[in-house]
């Protein structure tokens, strides 16, 4: 499958999550030198995929880039959407444990324009780039911007014991592991069109505002 697929492959950019990297220390900012994680089982399927990737296109002669997103990519659609636009409007989100743990977040449009920049780069681009924004911030804080944008009451918690039932060990494990990372390297090839959720969540709720109208 893999010799089939990279016949005529040049670069090949592997997507991968932030929460790849092993986060021992929450004080500590993560860059792309940090030792990959083996802690959540889908954290290291990621991993495996990544270095079957990287030493299979070594022996190929092909230039290998892997990108490392955060576990929140915001939009107007899709999961993030459902999940959390519609459910902070409507009263019935709850942010999973205390909230206080650092998440780090990208608008969509940046994440869908920062892949285009690296394959534009081609040979050239670096093997490694974290393709976060560059303010991680508390989750509960984000989640009660978002609440503010709608005007409507900040969520409420749920203990992580009833998250993890209702939803799944490893995406609360993923989603509350708080984690700070740097996008320096991202930077020198690429200016964020929303360098902040902040920024980005304005648009996106002014939009789904005036689509229920």
């Not at 954290?43 to 929140?72: S, W, Y």
């Not at 974290?130 to 989750?139: G, H, L, Q, R, V």
């Not at 918690?157 to 490893?170: F, Y």
Request: charged letters at 25%; one cysteine or more.
């Amino acid at each position: 499958m893999f010799d089939a697929i990279c016949n005529r492959t040049r670069h090949l950019i592997y997507v991968s999550g932030v929460s790849a990297f092993d986060t021992d220390n929450e004080e500590r900012v993560v860059n792309e030198e940090f030792p990959r994680s083996a802690e959540i089982e889908y954290i290291k399927m990621r991993v495996e995929a990544e270095n079957f990737l990287k030493q299979n296109c070594g022996h190929k002669g092909i230039d290998f880039t892997v990108v490392h997103f955060p576990e929140i990519v915001y939009g107007n659609g899709g999961s993030f959407r459902s999940i959390f636009l519609e459910r902070i409007k409507h009263g019935s989100f709850r942010i999973p444990g205390s909230g206080d743990y650092y998440t780090n977040f990208v608008h969509l449009n940046d994440a869908i324009n920062i892949l285009i920049a690296i394959a534009a780069l081609g040979e050239k681009a670096n093997k490694s780039y974290i393709a976060t924004d560059s303010f991680p911030a508390p989750f509960k804080d984000f989640v009660n911007y978002i609440a503010d944008q709608f005007k409507v009451k900040h969520p409420g918690s749920v203990p992580l014991i009833l998250a993890r039932a209702a939803v799944g060990s490893d995406i609360i494990r993923m989603l509350t592991r708080s984690t700070k990372a740097s996008n320096a390297k991202l930077r020198k090839i690429y200016d964020f069109q929303y360098p902040s959720y902040k920024e980005g969540i304005p648009d996106i709720v002014a939009q789904l505002n005036s689509t229920q109208k």
